[in-house]
Nanobody, 125 residues
């Protein structure tokens, strides 16, 4: 699976951005995808993904970010609203086989085998 992320940029606090991640190389419907981020000097952290029954979010972004997927376009999106300076990070999309393990441990980077190149999101105060 090859992943191509786009949509990052510079935005003022309170603004919005929409990230896209296009997947190729494997049947899209058989893979699960997620978004992680890594701020400077910090470890990579889970942002949003899919589990049994729907989407899941990190507590810090819940209510502000929305993950969605378009199977026809082989693309997953991350709509980010009400952005805060603390959302500044490199955002990565990740993909892995849709298994019971990946559905249960969607927040764990180890269940994803494929990673995009990352896209920078900078939120100014």
């Amino acid at each position: 699976v090859q992943l191509q992320a786009s949509g990052g940029g510079l935005v003022q606090a309170g603004g919005s951005l929409r990230l896209s991640c296009a997947a190729s190389g494997r049947t899209f419907s058989r893979i699960t995808m997620a978004w992680f981020r890594q701020a400077a000097g910090k470890e990579r952290e889970f942002v949003a993904g899919f589990s049994w029954g729907g989407s899941r979010y990190a507590g810090s972004v819940k209510g502000r970010f929305t993950i969605s997927r378009d199977n026809a376009a082989n693309t997953v999106y991350l709509q980010m609203d009400s952005l805060k300076p603390e959302d500044t990070a490199v955002y990565y999309c990740a993909a892995g086989l849709a298994t019971a393990d990946s559905r249960s441990n969607y927040y764990t980077s180890s269940v994803y085998d494929y990673w995009g190149q990352g896209t920078q999101v900078t939120v100014s105060s």
